[in-house]
């Protein structure tokens, strides 16, 4: 139970003019419990990498203090843990016991005190294997209550959470929320939590301290207080408030067959079971297709075959008019018939601006100039890209980013697109955006498919839902 | 496309449970010997050791072949080239077929050449195939007193090994739906595996830059002397281990140079 103190707290990255915060006075009492709410770019990460003494001198330029307990935040590395988003690169060891001992190891403690303090924090988070389990072959949800294990071992006075479950899907969120509760119930340390998803997380805090652009303080009380007060200003800079209701777009009658998957199975070399087997799906034209499932159900499997870029161990995905499946067609063919968007919008950039990014695809299929002029201007307007035009893509915002990655699968006007998780860690106000865009491409009669484990964005643009089970299809309902 | 370095035999082998240093010496030990003898009675009584020590190791005979055919390939390919291309073709005539001239001596030498590569080559893939990388990073720092922050930090890279293979798909795959494919044409072909090669990079430099944080985060940048979960040391058996490959060592010296072939290279 340590307090926290900013003081005229400001900090610059290295290499980039504006302050990610500047002048943040803020106090938590010893064993106060803060939910920190803010949208992108208010420096809610730059404030917890302070307080964990990760920002080095070598790394930016700082103003005023970070005190923990009253000394420096540097001088008190061994009192604060944090937990980050990405499970993926937090773990350290390949054995999942050795995992949560290298950070006692760091702390030097005595080897014959290591193993018990091991074993305690494994039961604290309730990790369902013995400590041998290979962390590779660990769910994402499995992945970070190891890694919170590995927080707790330390036995820290102070706990941050960067948003500690935005990567993970529905049920290993659920999975880590529970192991956080039952830790956080025996423990006294003070808490401070930076989560988009704020329902989940309410019953976990006392105290809500919301900021706005450059860490500037909007709000700070109790957090029903809070939330009430300044909810409908908090959801619309992105933040998920409770009771604020969601959009909703229902679709039109759908039109002709777009995109048939007959038969569709898949089999990564050397598995045993099949990733997909035997599914069989139509999509229309002006309908959105929602894939579900839970993780290993198959989905972005189904995704990569529909859109052609897998060879399916057997079955076919077609489109009408073209003969032959789609795996079978080369790549610039196949941006005209089928676009695929990834999770991840920067794997997909193949140019140095956007305006050249939404040109490609028509240029690949042979367009002639002008229409591709056309076509490229028309996009950029449709989905507010004009602005950024000669911006590299890989320096845009997350919703930006999302956006360009949309407009440069439709660019060679396929008459269907596939989407992978595309609202995946975003906040509310991105999320909105997607929606209204989502909606709009299939209104103009272009066939949706979205592998998602959002419920919400499906609920508001889905005509039918396909349930994936163990690579086959469980459920196929209306809604 | 998987990329592990799990070990792939039974942990309980007598050979899997020596200490990874004690194993490296060993391995070390023999291949140096291989490498020092000319003759080709030395690197073939390595050989046979090897292979007699190979039931101990507890791997299974058709993943060892696995690992270890590429390797005979390569020693095969040495014999054959020093048949071929030995400067002076000594003893018996074999072949005699225009430009190509293969005597006995010139095929002597070239299997003993083979031979050496072989016992090197299989010294190594039973070294390594017995040893967890865990334990050989603990036995690199606790007794060679190697740097945690080269152990641990390789070993931790090592864990991020198979998200390369899996994320590479993902950037095939993503640049195939933008229309972007190597096809047939060989330029093109490289171009994208250049230009996939660095997305990769960048990727991986990011995660990198990620975890060390995380592991910051957790202390292992502080300047206090780390203890270890898991000791380390030479025991008794260890000792056996090593002085067992000392032995083979001398007595296939032995062995050769009684018999009138040893010599040293030089």
Sequence with gaps: MIPVEFRGFAWRHAGRRAQAVADVDLRVEPGERVLLLGPSGSGKSTLLAALAGLLTEDSGEQDGDVLIAGLPAAEQRDRVGILFQDPETQLVMARSGDDVAFGLENQAVPRDQIWPRVHEALAAVGFPYGPDRATHALSGGEQQRLALAGVLARRPDLILLDEPTANLDPEGAQDVREALRSALAESQATLIVVEHRVAEILDLVDRVIALGPGGTLLADGPAAAVLAEHGDHLAAQGVWVPGVPLPTRPARAAGDPALRGDALAYVHPGADRPALDDVFFELRQGELLAVTGSNGSGKSTLALLAGGLAKPTRGAATVPGEPRPLHKLPARRLATRVGSVFQDPEHQFVTASVRDELAFGPRQAGWPKDRIEARVAELLERLRLAPLADANPHTLSGGEARRLSVAGALAAAPGVLLLDEPTFGQDRRTWGELVDLTADIRDEGTALLAVTHDRDFAAALAGRELVLERGRVAQERRR | ?266
Excluded at chain 2, 168 to 190: F, H, K, S, Y
């Design chain 2, 1 to 266: 496309m998987s990329l592990t370095l799990a070990p792939v035999c039974d942990a309980q082998a007598p050979i899997a449970r020596v200490n990874p240093v004690a194993k490296l010496a060993a391995a070390t030990v023999i291949s140096i010997t291989a490498l020092v003898a000319a003759d080709w009675l030395t690197p073939l009584l390595l050989l046979a050791a090897l292979i007699a020590a190979v039931p101990f190791t507890g791997i299974r005979i058709a993943e060892l072949a696995r690992r270890l055919r590429w390797l005979w390939f390569a020693a095969a390919a040495v014999v054959i080239v020093n048949a071929v291309f030995a400067a002076e073709q000594t003893g018996r005539i074999l072949i005699d077929f225009g430009p190509l001239t293969i005597s006995t001596g010139a095929l002597l030498d070239g299997t003993a050449i083979g031979l050496r590569v072989c016992v090197a080559a299989t010294a190594g893939v039973l070294g390594f195939a017995t040893t967890d990388p865990t334990d050989l990073a603990d036995a690199l720092t606790q007794q060679l007193r190697a740097p945690a922050r080269f152990t641990l930090g390789a070993l931790a890279a090592l864990r991020l090994l198979p998200l390369l293979g899996a994320e590479w798909q993902q950037i095939t795959g993503a640049r195939r739906a933008r229309g972007l494919e190597g096809g047939w044409n060989p330029v093109r072909r490289v171009r994208l595996f250049a230009s996939t090669m660095f997305a990769l990079l960048v990727g991986a430099i990011r995660r990198a830059g990620r975890l060390a944080a995380a592991m910051d985060a957790r202390g292992f940048d502080s300047e206090i002397p780390r203890t270890h979960a898991r000791e380390q040391r030479m025991r008794p058996a260890d000792w056996v281990v090593l002085a067992g490959a000392l032995l083979v060592c001398g007595a296939a010296i032995g062995v050769s140079a009684a018999y009138g072939v040893f010599t040293v290279f030089n």
